[in-house]
């Protein structure tokens, strides 16, 4: 376990490496946490680091990174922590009484449980209604739920696969929950071939109406992170780099941000959303969108996390990592925490603290 924390009175607070990463945040990144009284998660496949953010008692910033194998779609609310790895899905619980603090922390989140399904290449994980948990199958192009036996339960699947198979034929990668159930989820093409979408990264990535089938759009590059916020689905256009909604009558996208990376990650709190960057795994974004649109803007790629307030498309407050982690998959947002600790089931500290129940 590692901890680090920065004054929020620098132009650009620089923390102490974390995996041989630097990181750096905006001016007034802690004091928008305290006052929206929330923390942020997010993930690292790439170094497989589980980073949780949040606020320590002298005001300043703490950043705690957790070790966790292959970090891939991350669900959380204040007591519980749901994280996707490379072939099993965990299970956090937090082990702290309301008003109880260990080491600064106000949540302190355990591993307790971990479902093996094998390397399905889980990417978006979600809790429905009734407290299954339900995530993304994209090896299988499928949506999967836990069972106690095997691997995973189907629970659907695009209407134009025609076989479940360990192909990642459309690269289906995200979902949306609405009122308890999942709703709508993206995808980088409806190709019904191994690995077919990869040749159509530029255009044709769809967003699905679970309920009915139907293909809602077409219109998008690599579209990620869909979600259901303020009465509208909200969606990640990472080909072209733009954060926007969906109208789910003509399947039109209207941008309301752009942001200089590949995007992937996204949550939302009080008008605002918390959106993941990426940079280019071969340094390049071209036959993408996004190559022209950071060209006309002279940008450079980022990695890391960027919050948009809704109302003006502007990036209010930031985080930048640079050196050894330049990919993330998600983010969310923990409401109701300060300053947000876990062990590491990769650690020593898995056996300390223990709690028991009377």
Not at 49 to 66: F, S
Not at 217 to 232: A, I
Not at 252 to 271: E, I, M, Q, S, V
């Amino acid at each position: 376990m590692s901890d680090a924390s920065a004054s929020p009175a620098s132009p650009a607070a620089a923390l102490p490496q974390l995996t041989a990463a630097h990181i750096t945040c905006s001016r007034g990144l802690a004091d928008w946490l305290r006052a929206n009284q929330v923390s942020l998660a997010f993930t690292s496949y790439q170094t497989g680091r589980l980073y949780l953010v949040g606020v320590d008692d002298a005001g300043g910033l703490a950043i705690h990174e957790v070790g966790t194998g292959r970090a891939m779609g991350v669900w959380a609310d204040a007591q519980r922590l749901v994280l996707a790895t490379a072939f099993q899905v965990w299970r956090f619980e937090n082990i702290l009484a309301a008003g109880q603090t260990m080491n600064g922390a106000d949540r302190y989140y355990v591993p307790r449980v971990a479902h093996t399904t094998g390397e399905i290449d889980i990417h978006d994980v979600s809790v429905l209604g009734d407290g299954r948990i339900v995530f993304v199958n994209t090896a299988y192009s499928c949506l999967s739920l836990l069972t106690p036996v095997h691997a995973f339960r189907v629970l659907w699947k695009p209407s134009f696969i025609s076989k479940l198979a360990a192909e990642d034929r459309c690269h289906l990668n995200g979902l949306a929950v609405r009122d308890g159930e999942v709703a709508w989820v993206t995808a980088t093409s409806r190709s019904d071939v191994i690995s077919g979408w990869r040749a159509r990264r530029a255009e044709g990535g769809i967003v699905i109406d679970v309920a009915s089938g139907a293909i809602v759009t077409e219109k998008l590059s690599m579209p990620h992170s869909p979600r259901w916020y303020d009465n509208k689905l909200w969606v990640l256009n990472s080909g072209s780099g733009h954060l926007g909604t969906v109208d789910l009558s003509s399947g039109d996208f209207t941008p309301r941000a752009f942001c200089p990376g590949f995007l992937r990650g996204l949550a939302f709190h009080n008008n605002h959303a918390v959106v993941g960057l990426s940079l280019s795994r071969d340094g390049s974004f071209s036959g993408l969108a996004l190559d022209d649109e950071m060209k006309k803007r002279d940008a450079d790629g980022w990695c890391g996390v960027q919050i948009v307030n809704l109302g003006s498309g502007d990036i209010v407050q930031w985080i930048r990592i640079e050196g050894a982690v330049s990919e993330l998959y998600d983010v969310a947002v923990l409401p109701g925490v300060r300053r947000p600790m876990a062990a590491s089931f990769t650690g020593p500290e898995i056996n300390e603290p223990m709690t028991f129940e009377m």
